[in-house]
């Protein structure tokens, strides 16, 4: 089993739309994580950090699940600029060292 | 936001030539460095952590003899892929988040294009 897993799609969906997707992690003691949004042939930008209590950017929401070990993205009123590949990335911890894990990526492209 | 850059962005070089690649943090100082690769449609797979004034550590299946990392000051890390084959050609990426805590925001450099004729 991968240590971070998420649906690659790829998810079309209508400018407007509410797409939610969801990454899980199989290391119970993960400590921090994150969305990042990487567009083809670039480098991965931080799109938000993932608190356990939820948290919201605009018209974007994370949640986390730690028992459950999933996260959520949530994106409302989608815009043709969201589409993009969204990486689920999570932080853990082992022997003193430190490491952050990326999913396999989610591709979202919003149409016209 | 933290500033990292990666140098060369785009390289092509004949197969069994050795390719250096540097990742610097402009405005922080990074005892560790984490150096990705990903091939096209698919995800970034942690090769190595880069760690200042100490040996890198691997992760299972990369070859430290064929990827040699070093990381001689807090704001420099290189990977030099040695003997270059075309199945090394690839998507180099590093990243490095500032301060001392295990957790936080992990800033990337440009990546590195390597195309291996």
């Known amino acids: 089993r991968k240590e971070v897993e998420q649906d690659p799609g790829p998810f079309n969906v209508p400018e407007g739309a509410t797409v939610a997707f969801n990454c899980t992690y199989s290391?119970?003691?993960?400590?921090?994580f994150f969305w990042y949004r990487q567009d083809c042939r670039k480098e991965p930008k931080l799109l938000m950090s993932?608190?356990?209590s939820g948290n919201e950017d605009g018209r974007f929401t994370a949640q986390l699940n730690r028992a459950s070990q999933y996260i959520s993205l949530l994106i409302r009123d989608s815009k043709l600029s969201d589409s993009a590949t969204y990486l689920c990335?999570?932080?853990?911890?082992?022997?003193?060292?430190?490491?952050?894990?990326f999913g396999t990526g989610t591709r979202l492209k919003v149409l016209a | 936001g933290a500033v990292v850059s990666q140098h060369p962005s785009w390289v092509i070089c004949k197969s069994g030539t050795s390719v250096k690649i540097e990742c610097r943090s402009l405005?922080?100082?990074?005892?560790?460095m984490f150096w990705y690769r990903q091939f096209p449609k698919q995800s970034l797979m942690l090769m190595a952590t880069?760690?200042?004034?100490?040996?890198?550590?691997?992760e299972q299946g990369v070859e430290k003899d064929k990827f040699l990392i070093n990381h001689a000051s807090l704001t420099l890390s290189t990977l030099t892929v040695t003997s270059a084959h075309p199945e090394d050609s690839s998507f180099y990426i590093c990243?490095?988040?500032?301060?001392?805590?295990?957790?936080?925001?992990?800033?990337f450099g440009e990546g590195s294009r390597l195309t291996v004729l």
């Open positions: 405005d922080f100082q990074a005892t560790t």
């Open positions: 993932v608190y356990s």
């Open positions: 990335v999570v932080n853990s911890q082992a022997g003193g060292t430190y490491k952050y894990i």
């Open positions: 990243s490095a988040k500032p301060g001392l805590a295990t957790t936080g925001e992990l800033f």
């Open positions: 290391n119970s003691a993960s400590q921090s």
């Open positions: 880069s760690n200042e004034g100490s040996k890198a550590t691997y």
